[in-house]
């Protein structure tokens, strides 16, 4: 069987990439990471998953992070309103998939240690169950990351910026799918200096 039979069809990873990095002081998704940068880390464990396609939305320090990861087959989608926060990455990430696509898997880019492994433990979840919303969960807390039907897309863009994608969690908790992981990566992150120096450890 050929990797690409693979792959799930129209399941798109997304990765949020447009950050301006300010706790950290600098571009962190450009710093190095066990021999390449945060969003190459990231972007690679993306395209190793059964997700069909990869885009990546990006804000601050586009055409740097675009260089990057220009050998990478993603598509890239550019956040005009990345100040606005996550969520607005999130709508604009989703508005620029196609028509045809079933779900969008959302990817935090300073989440450099997710693997394949858990995006697809999440799209195996998603596709053997009747639920618009999936996500990990170790050790009783929920990580990204986070599985969404389309059928969300126009709610998304109607969410409050100051709340995110918390308020639709919990307008649709029958819609929600928790799935147990051994992996506590899904639920570290790398904001600031200090754990970007615990991370290289």
Known sequence: MSISSLKSPEIWAVVLAAGESKRMGEPKLLLPLVGRTMIEAVVEQALASRASRTAVVLGAERERIETQIRRFPVEIVFNPDYKSGMLSSVIRGMAALPGSAQA??????????????????????????????????????????????????????????????????CKHPGDILEVPVRDGAVLRDIDDRDDYFRAKK
């Not at 394949?116 to 969960?137: H, Q, R, S, T, W």
């Not at 969300?152 to 863009?157: K, N």
């Open 104 to 169: 969008a898997l959302i990817l935090l880019a300073d989440q450099p240690f997710i693997t394949c492994g858990v995006i697809d433990a999440v799209i195996a979840a998603y596709e053997e169950n009747n639920k618009g919303i999936v996500l990990p969960v170790y050790e009783g807390r929920r990580g990204h990351p986070l599985l969404l039907g389309m059928r969300y897309r126009d709610e998304i863009g109607r969410l409050n910026p100051e709340i995110g994608l918390k308020e639709l969690l």
